[in-house]
């Protein structure tokens, strides 16, 4: 099973992740932030990953350090569960579609973090959720993952319509990144040797 469990302290964050890859997306979230919780669930049930979330932060202050250090700390489970990413598919994309908005998201788990975010968001907010922290998320959630990782937003009016798409497609080309190819065997998907 590739699973992994990863507890993260700071000073303005206390944040428990629980993930298994191999999963049926069934979770548990509770970040403190219901906009942030929704695209994590969908994250989880797109991509067919347990995940349990459990985050308090300095919400008092704003969402910013909540949302990074979520993504931080569920990019340093997904990495402690993937292991040697052994027999890995490593590459993986989606082109979704919701309602209005079409999203690209294409991934390689390289161990290179790069992240290529071509995405607009018309609106500053969603509900009460500042939008601008989504490229925050995605910053920090490729960069500890090690991810190579482009959003390219192909058509979109909506702001949560484009976000959701976000989300989906990130789970749906992790799923296919992280699917064990039996071609692979137990061998690294790299002619280094390592990922």
């Given at each position: 099973m590739r699973q992994s469990e990863i507890n993260r302290k700071t000073k303005e964050t206390d944040?428990?992740?629980q993930i298994t890859i191999d999963g049926t997306g069934?979770?548990?979230?509770?970040?403190?932030?219901?906009?942030?919780?929704?695209?994590?669930?969908?994250?989880?049930?797109?991509?067919?990953?347990?995940?349990?979330?459990?985050?308090v932060g300095?919400?008092?202050?704003?969402?910013?350090?909540?949302?990074?250090?979520?993504?931080i700390t569920l990019a340093l489970a997904f990495k402690e569960a993937l292991g040697s990413k052994r027999g890995i598919k490593r590459y993986g994309q989606r082109l979704l579609p919701m309602d209005e908005t079409l999203v690209l998201c294409a991934v390689d788990l390289s161990g290179r973090a790069?992240?290529?975010?071509?995405?607009?968001?018309?609106?500053?907010?969603?509900?009460?959720?500042?939008?601008?922290?989504?490229?925050?998320?995605?910053?920090a959630f490729s960069r500890e993952l090690g991810l190579n990782v482009h959003l390219v937003m192909m058509r979109g009016e909506n702001g949560h319509h484009i976000i959701e798409a976000i989300?989906?497609?990130?789970?749906?080309?992790?799923?296919?990144?992280?699917?064990?190819?039996?071609r692979f065997a137990d061998e690294i998907p790299s002619t280094k040797g390592m990922l």
């Open positions: 944040i428990k992740v069934i979770y548990q979230i509770d970040t403190g932030i219901g906009f942030l919780n929704h695209m994590l669930e969908l994250f989880a049930a797109h991509g067919r990953f347990d995940l349990n979330i459990l985050s300095d919400l008092d202050v704003d969402a910013h350090h909540t949302v990074e250090d979520v993504a790069f992240l290529n975010f071509d995405v607009t968001i018309p609106v500053q907010k969603v509900g009460n959720f500042d939008t601008e922290l989504i490229l925050e998320f995605m910053t989300f989906k497609a990130l789970g749906r080309a992790l799923a296919e990144a992280v699917t064990v190819d039996s």
